[in-house]
């Protein structure tokens, strides 16, 4: 059975996290390289610079969650809880402060990946 033929199979919550993640992943890396334009037009800063690496590195994470989730790997839980947690430290480290949308959304995502957890739809 091939992986879109097992998504089919999965919980409305399942198939809305796969969506979620695909989204996620390509919204935050066309970010990343918006990012990275708008520093060839209007001049490099290092926190420019830094906000698209981020926003990149995001994206391939929540990409990574995405092909985690699909092939119901339970590993999906522990890269989910990075990507968070390396996108509120670096809000720390240039001075932003708690970023309180990150933790929501965060604990939201986490939160519904243990409930795949237990219901046996990531193993």
Same mark, same amino acid.
């Given at each position: 059975?091939?992986?879109?033929?097992?998504?089919?199979?999965? $919980?409305?919550?399942?198939?809305?996290?796969? $969506?979620?993640?695909?989204?996620?992943? #390509? +919204?935050?890396?066309?970010?990343? %390289?918006?990012?990275?334009?708008? /520093?060839?037009?209007? #001049?490099?800063?290092? /926190?420019?610079?830094?906000?698209? +690496?981020?926003? /990149? $590195?995001?994206?391939?994470?929540? %990409?990574?969650?995405?092909?985690?989730?699909?092939?119901?790997?339970?590993?999906? /839980?522990?890269?989910?809880?990075?990507?968070?947690?390396?996108?509120?430290?670096?809000?720390?480290?240039? #001075?932003?402060? %708690?970023?309180? &949308?990150?933790?929501?959304?965060?604990?939201?995502?986490?939160?519904?990946?243990?409930?795949?957890? *237990?219901? #046996?739809? &990531? *193993?």
């Amino acid at each position: 059975m091939t992986d879109q033929q097992a998504a089919l199979q999965k $919980s409305e919550l399942y198939r809305q996290l796969v $969506s979620a993640f695909k989204v996620a992943a #390509g +919204l935050s890396i066309l970010f990343g %390289f918006i990012h990275l334009a708008s /520093i060839v037009s209007s #001049g490099f800063t290092s /926190i420019r610079l830094a906000d698209a +690496l981020l926003n /990149i $590195s995001v994206g391939v994470a929540a %990409f990574v969650c995405y092909r985690l989730l699909v092939q119901g790997r339970l590993l999906v /839980i522990p890269v989910c809880v990075a990507a968070v947690a390396i996108s509120l430290v670096y809000g720390f480290a240039v #001075g932003r402060g %708690f970023n309180v &949308v990150t933790t929501a959304v965060g604990v939201a995502l986490v939160g519904a990946l243990f409930m795949l957890r *237990q219901r #046996g739809e &990531v *193993q």
